[in-house]
């Protein structure tokens, strides 16, 4: 059957020499040799930052993002509608492949997250629901080190604002303290474990989930799972 999209991957002129935050970024071969024309369109359609649009034109000397959290924002921009999810997963496994020692377990958190959404949205897809497990077990594993990587950043932020901006110049550690926030792997496989009946899993990962401060209603999950044992 002819493909609905008559374009190939190759690039039109106009698209030889990509610039924008791809370039900066030194995804040009991947934009050009992994994306089809359509989907290169699509992104320039979809992608809508808050900063500037123009994904593949204009000239950026710096980012505030890292490559991996970057791909990680575009890709999520494309998990909300089943058709784009195939694009989705391009390109979050493109922000995956640029994971490396010195990638911040933030980054690698969120960019976790992001795939384990789209696996479990996609779960009657062959594999992808032990891929969502997979993942929200990727998150989990680095959930410590997350934790102190967040404390750390917040500190940081504190600091440099205090300093730079005068409105912000009351900003204390005593007045903006740090509150470690909800933990999608956790609650999501809490919820599998729970439609698998897999009670002392459910109890484990919570009673673990509480050890480490993420926000959530994990004792409420450990009493329910109890009560479950003893049906």
Request: net charge positive; charged share 30%; glycine share 4%.
């Amino acid at each position: 059957m002819e493909s609905i999209f008559p374009e190939s991957n190759k690039p039109k002129p106009s698209e030889r020499t990509p610039q924008g935050m791809i370039k900066y970024h030194r995804l040009q071969n991947w934009w050009l040799e992994k994306l089809t024309a359509s989907e290169r369109q699509r992104i320039r359609n979809q992608y809508s930052p808050m900063s500037d649009s123009n994904i593949d034109k204009g000239n950026y000397t710096h980012s505030s993002s890292s490559t991996v959290k970057f791909l990680k924002e575009v890709g999520g921009w494309f998990i909300a509608k089943e058709g784009d999810r195939p694009l989705a997963l391009k390109i979050l496994q493109e922000a995956e492949s640029n994971v490396h020692l010195s990638t911040s377990e933030v980054d690698q958190h969120f960019l976790y997250g992001r795939m384990m959404e789209l696996y479990y949205k996609d779960r009657k897809k062959e594999g992808y629901y032990e891929l969502a497990k997979e993942y929200a077990l990727k998150q989990i594993d680095i959930a410590a080190a997350t934790v102190q990587q967040m404390k750390r950043d917040h500190l940081s932020f504190i600091a440099i604002s205090s300093k730079k901006y005068k409105s912000m110049r009351h900003l204390t550690i005593e007045n903006t303290p740090f509150h470690i926030p909800s933990h999608t792997g956790y609650s999501q496989l809490a919820i599998i474990y729970k439609k698998e009946k897999r009670w002392d899993d459910v109890i484990v990962l919570c009673k673990q989930a509480i050890s480490e401060g993420w926000c959530g209603n994990w004792e409420e999950r450990i009493d329910d799972a109890l009560r479950q044992k003893l049906i």
